[in-house]
């Protein structure tokens, strides 16, 4: 008997499942999400009233239940609610978002649907907080927003938005039973040139990771707003920055902290850090309708290798088996490294001797199916990229690692088919410790370049992946 997701949810409840059903769900799988989401909860606020009172709909328009159906129809299997706050917005969360919440968990149970909120980060820009899945989810992310966000307060208090607060935070996030995860979101948006850095500096988010290194896990690479450039009819002629980035420009619609060869997140991968990276919508207001978003997963999407559930679904992205893309460009991939029979794949760690031959198989899905635009596009070239492990950085405000370049660029030429699946095969010896991630276009340029004002973010595709860590011994 075959069931669809809808099927078996009305099966649970009217308890007519079966252990094999449950075997199907539990079973590891490619799910695609979102983890940056604005609802009618991210409000605007009145401030002829004291304290200024909530506007529900204020920035962003959507209800929570509209995000999942959209979410849903976009092929996503998880996202997380995450609005931004304001004074005393840690309530409104509580008392009016969680409930909508609850609500849309029951009408679109296709959608693994987790609670957190766009963190007003002090002394940073924003950032995606994921609270685990428990009865006492709400508690938890009323705790915390309540005391750190730096926007909660009134009168506003500039003492709660300062890099030590930040840290304080992440301590005390630490210190729970259940860890949250945070994500740092447009990282770049606020530099005001490339390696000029803004908000989110890279000494400011190596402390991050050294306070909670299970928490501070990574950085959104594709930002979201790409779809600032179309206008409400879908052509392409807005004046509107992609991605919102309106001084130092996305590249091929990804940060430059994660774009450049070399630069900032090779630098972290250098020092040995578990630095992730991850992709999401930020929607607040579908292009369509005047905004500059896409819907979730219409064009974005992270992808978490994990089984159908909460806590598999966040420790995938906690541990960096995930990969991100735009357009659809792929939907899975089986990136390994193979020495004496033993085999790593996304955000692993393999033993090495010096001098050993690292057997690397890359196999990617290119479906045979439109994207959201109706197009199908394909993928010109996949880039090897290799770093060596330098150890932790004299200067904390690093943003290089000279050791990493792409080490193989593939094209149509050297790859096979295998059924539906892309696959290349290739050798690397090594003698140093380092990593291997990978990137893939639909295009020609042999780096990303920055986007123009007006550029179509469906003619610049481009996927990346997590690393592989080898540790020489």
């Not at 968990?105 to 296709?110: G, H, N, W």
């Not at 991850?278 to 974005?300: I, L, M, Q």
């Not at 088996?321 to 760690?349: C, H, K, N, P, Y």
Request: charged share 20%; glycine share 8%; with cysteine.
């Amino acid at each position: 008997m075959l069931l669809n997701r809808s099927a078996l949810a009305i099966a649970c409840f009217s308890g007519l499942f079966s252990s094999s059903i449950f075997a199907a769900e539990e079973a590891y799988q490619w799910i695609a999400g979102d983890h940056h989401i604005h609802s009618r909860y991210s409000t605007g606020w009145d401030r002829e009233q004291e304290p200024p009172a909530p506007i529900l709909g204020g920035d962003a328009i959507y209800p929570i239940h509209m995000n999942a159906l959209m979410a849903k129809y976009f092929g996503l299997g998880w996202m997380v609610a995450t609005d931004h706050g304001g004074p005393n917005h840690s309530k409104v969360n509580l008392e009016r978002a969680y409930p909508e919440l609850q609500q849309s968990r029951l009408v679109v149970p296709e959608v693994l649907q987790f609670w957190g909120m766009e963190l007003d980060t002090p002394g940073a820009d924003h950032s995606s907080l994921i609270i685990p899945h428990s009865h006492e989810e709400s508690q938890q992310l009323f705790d915390i927003e309540s005391r750190f966000a730096k926007r909660e307060p009134w009168p506003a208090d500039p003492s709660w938005d300062t890099e030590p607060r930040m840290l304080e935070a992440l301590a005390y996030m630490a210190s729970q039973e259940r860890a949250p995860v945070l994500i740092a979101n447009h990282p770049s948006r606020s530099a005001s040139d490339i390696g000029v850095y803004g908000l989110d500096t890279p000494s400011e988010l190596r402390d991050w990771n050294d306070t909670a290194p299970n928490i501070a896990v990574g950085m959104a690479a594709a930002p979201g707003h790409q779809a600032a450039a179309l206008n409400t009819d879908g052509s392409v002629g807005s004046n509107r920055p992609r991605g919102y980035y309106s001084n130092a420009k996305t590249m091929g619609g990804f940060d430059q902290y994660t774009a450049i060869v070399g630069g900032f997140w090779d630098s972290m991968l250098g020092e040995g850090r578990r630095w992730w990276v991850t992709a999401n919508s930020d929607s607040h207001v579908h292009y369509s309708e005047g905004g500059v978003d896409f819907w979730p997963g219409e064009y974005s999407k992270t992808h978490v290798w994990a089984q159908r559930s909460h806590d598999s679904i966040l420790e995938g992205i906690r541990n960096g088996r995930v990969f991100v893309t735009t357009g659809d460009l792929i939907s899975a991939l089986d990136f390994s490294v193979t020495v004496a029979g033993e085999s790593v794949s996304l955000g692993e760690t393999i033993k090495v001797a010096a001098g050993s031959e690292l057997a690397v198989t890359i196999r990617f899905l290119d479906p045979e199916s439109n994207n959201a635009r109706g197009e199908n596009p394909s993928v010109k070239r996949v880039d090897l990229i290799q770093g060596e492990l330098t150890g932790a950085v004299a200067d904390r405000g690093d943003d290089a690692n000279p050791t990493a370049k792409v080490q193989q660029r593939f094209s149509a030429a050297e790859w096979s088919k295998t059924d539906a699946y892309t696959e290349v095969e290739t050798r690397v010896t090594v003698e140093r410790s380092g990593y291997l991630r990978l990137r893939g276009t639909n295009g020609y340029e042999s780096e990303p370049t920055q986007d123009e004002i007006g550029e179509d973010p469906w003619s610049d595709l481009w996927f990346y992946s997590n690393p592989i860590f080898f540790e020489v011994e």
